[in-house]
């Protein structure tokens, strides 16, 4: 998949940013391990981290996705899935930036959390609304009963007819047999296609 150069910041700014965030990081890290906390994992995941803003800074960010994920896993901290939301961004993988943008929003930094975790937390709201403008959307409308598939998971009958957010690009439905490839680009957030199987028509309004 070819990287995205669109974003709320460039490449420079990324790699201020990774810098700012891994000392915090740090300093998170530095603390005593808790009871029952592995220091091993904390070294890793510090590493980890820094590996990831260099490979942002390389404009790898297949790599930089991976491991800001890699070390959020092995020591939660909304400035590692942060990095992880704007690589997948710059991946065009909105809808998965747009449910890690939601997932910092929404986690429990505790008492007393460094400066640099409140402040990702309120970068991730804000970019979070920004990738939702980005977003495209399906609406999926089948004749006749039957399982409807897109992308090779099926569909629950409650996600039939309505709005559902994809990302952009070609999607593959699925319906009685019949399988139809669509594609949807980037901007169209505020419009939707209707697909009906095995009859397809296409057709797109503003909602």
Not at 54 to 70: E, P, S
Not at 86 to 102: G, I, S
Not at 133 to 138: D, F, I, K, S, Y
């Amino acid at each position: 998949m070819t990287a995205s150069t669109g974003g709320p910041y460039s490449r420079g700014v990324l790699q201020r940013l990774s810098s700012l965030w891994f000392g915090a990081l740090l300093l998170a890290m530095s603390q005593p391990a808790a009871a029952g906390e592995d220091p091993g994992e904390k070294a890793t995941a510090r590493q980890l981290f820094q590996d990831a803003g260099q490979a942002m800074g390389r404009g790898d960010f297949q790599t930089a996705a991976d491991l800001y994920g890699r070390s959020n896993t092995l020591f939660p901290a909304p400035t590692a899935a942060l990095g992880e939301a704007r690589a997948l961004v710059k991946l065009n993988r909105l809808l998965d930036a747009y449910e890690k943008y939601n997932a910092i929003v929404a986690a429990d930094l505790g008492a007393d959390p460094p400066e640099a975790f409140e402040q990702a937390v309120v970068a991730a709201n804000k970019e979070r609304d920004l990738v939702l403008e980005r977003l495209p959307a399906l609406v999926v409308i089948v004749q006749g009963r039957g399982a409807v598939s897109l992308d090779g998971r099926v569909l629950p009958s409650a996600a039939l007819g309505v709005k559902r957010l994809v990302n952009p690009g070609t999607h593959r439905l699925t319906a009685h047999g019949v399988e139809r490839v669509v594609s949807v680009r980037e901007g169209q957030a505020l419009s939707y296609t209707h697909l009906t199987l095995p009859t397809i028509t296409e057709k797109s309004s503003c909602l």
